[in-house]
């Protein structure tokens, strides 16, 4: 039913198929000139740290992507839910048979990432080209495990913002700064100080996103490792679990259970 | 006069409405400015590359720019235009260019006021906890640096002001065309990167664009890169351009008008 | 059959208190004062399987309280309620496909899409069986006239045509008991006759239990064969729809009458009559004489009727009525 409800959006985006297409060719200009940065700065420097042009590339892209699939499925859900509440169209997703989270996220899967989702994965697997990695199944098994763990990860923000407008109002803000917050990673995270560094890996782990998948697969001695991939997937499939439950309490409270 | 001050006052006033997009925008500014200095710490670091300046240097460049990007990188009036277009409303205002103008640029004050009260000073104090501002290079510089700027206000105007007209031949592309412009304008006036790093042929084409004196040209006197004879040169420079763009504003008023009319409004 | 039983139904919502005042307003955002405001105060009711129920009341009387809890979708403070023996804010997924809620004035159907799209939807949510869904399909698109109008999308439909889809929708998974707000507002005459004939014909076919808030009268005249009031959270009536003119003492009926010779005085003991033009208006009580018993007393007299009309003790002043108390 879920992918149903999705294959549904999908059919009624791509009814005005032309737009698609005009949203990829857009999102491509604000790709080439961050590129564009990258590699003008490169030119002057050399590297940037230490990191070459594509191994950069790949950083910016493999974000790009991880955080691109999880919105599409997340993202316009949660920032509807204010809305849904204020209007009370939340009943409807309420009252049917199905999970109700699954039901609105399902009904609510934006098209429009799709256009992030193919340049970032198109960006990043160039990039790899260039990049000299010696490939092996566990490594491309283990890498692969931490991106679905990132994806959790950022989807759990975003699930976050959504949930927390059962308590205070507007999701849409949370989810704006965390739209923004999320560029801090667009450049290896030891370019910030040690505390920030802890900060983007514990506590706000954005950078379990992209740097340490990458560090991972290409920056060899570094400071991840094969665990910290499976660390990676458990703390995002745990994170969002809990998430999860916070969203479903909201609902509850909503209801007026327990009053 | 006096009702496009009012016009400028409203335009402040309707700003402070939306107290979310205050805190959002001095958060936005203040992330985006640390990772810039953050980054070129590093560069300036790892790299033993000349650059020309020092890095302290660099990050009063940063806090100024972004300060200045606040003021002139906005699509406001892009989107004003492109919407009074879709509405018809701008037949309005077909015998009268002047007024139009006028009035969008009244209110591209009012809103820039605004900023500079609520978003860029607090922007600048929250930054100068953890960052060093630093003092500009003598007084004729800080004087050339502010009379740089305001002009420079009127280059972006122009520009968004073109290209929201541009909608009638573009129409439903604000969208891109905004990120596009966004884009160029951030890239190759020297807000993101300093022009001079840029490569020669890069460098070539940014140097022949009045989009430089919004950034690169102001911030150099600043802190001291380019002062003297050449401050009085890039002055002179910004002149003809604010000019020219009068002059070609007032052109592509006149052919969008003619679309309009033929059109049937 | 009781298939709805209501016990001693309860809700009480806890709202923050918006104070007046510079330092109120301060101590408002750190601690939130709350006032308890009741929606529902005790209200007590059960409804029989094939029932058509008109639950009507003024608005914030407690209407979509009381039907959000039946619903499942909101929980009581305290009270019981069964719906086909099964609690439904208990056991949610249990209850969700028995019922149906349609609202007048929100679609359920996807807007860029052909209706048979969200028809698919319902299919896939329900799990109802590729047999049945193509039976339900059929008969409820012939009856209510929708037919042809599968591969339209809902943004290029009529209100009225939308509706019907949103029927369709919602009864494809033959729910036993049917909520519905408001279903014909906004609508044409045409729409509306279309509508309640729907409503009629399904409820006859099928069984299905009914419960109308509305507030058009007609809808609960020509349909309901029962009637709940409420108002301020307690019920104030419920039985049989004809009852509920001489319950509240509206008997009131006016008869109008043309008389041959026109100059003639016209006099009526006992009764109240107005002159308008050239007709004279009687205003009696049906307990005192039925309308039947009126003409036979006029023609007994020997007048000379040549035109008259009756109007009936109305639905509407007596619902005027119990709203203004």
Redesign the interface.
Known sequence: MFMHLVWLNVKARLQYGRSFVYEILTSMVGYIFEFLAVWIIINQFNSIIGWSFFEILFLHALGYFVRATASAFLWRPMWLMSDYMQRGQLDKFLLSPVNSFMYIVGSNFMTYALSHVILGGMVAIISIFFIPIDWTLLKALLFICSLIGAMFIYGGFIVFSGAISFWTVRSSFLLRVLTEAWSVINYPITIYPRGIQILLTFFIPFALLNYYPTVYLFRQPGNSNSWTMILILAAGLSFFTLVYKLWWYGVRKYQGAGS | MARYCYMAYLSFKSSIAYK?EVW?GI??SV??LS?QI??W???FQ??E?N?GVSFDQMITYFILSTALSLCLINSSVLDEIAKDIREGTIANYLAKPYKYKISLLSKSLGRIFFSLLFVIMPMIIISSIFFTIQAPHSLVSLLATILISICSFYIFFSIYYIAGLSTFWFMG?Q??IG??IE??L??LSGA??PIW???KW?YTIASYLPVRYGFDVPISIYIGRTAGSDIVKGIAVQFIWILSLIIVDNIVWRISIRKLVIQGG | MEVIKVENLKKVYRIPKRREGFLNTFKDLIKHEYEDKTALADISFSINEGDIVGYIGPNGAGKSTTIKIMAGILYPTSGQVTVNEVIPYKEKVRNAKEISLIAGNRSNLYWDLPIIDTFELMKRIYKISDKKYKQNLDLLSEVIGIKDLHTVPARQLSLGQRMRADFVASMLHDPKIVYLDEPTIGLDIVAKDHIREFIKTVNSEKRTTVIITSHDIADIERICNRVIVIDYGKIIYSGNIDNLNSEYNNNKCIMKIKLEDKAESFNLEGFDVKQVNDMYSISFERKKITPSGMLNLLLEKGYKIIDFSLTEPSLEDTIKAIYEK
């Open positions: 979310a959002f958060f936005t992330l985006t990772i953050f980054l710490k590093a560069l790892y790299g590359s650059v592309m969208g891109a990120l596009l884009n160029i951030r890239l993101l990167i790093i840029f490569p890069l």
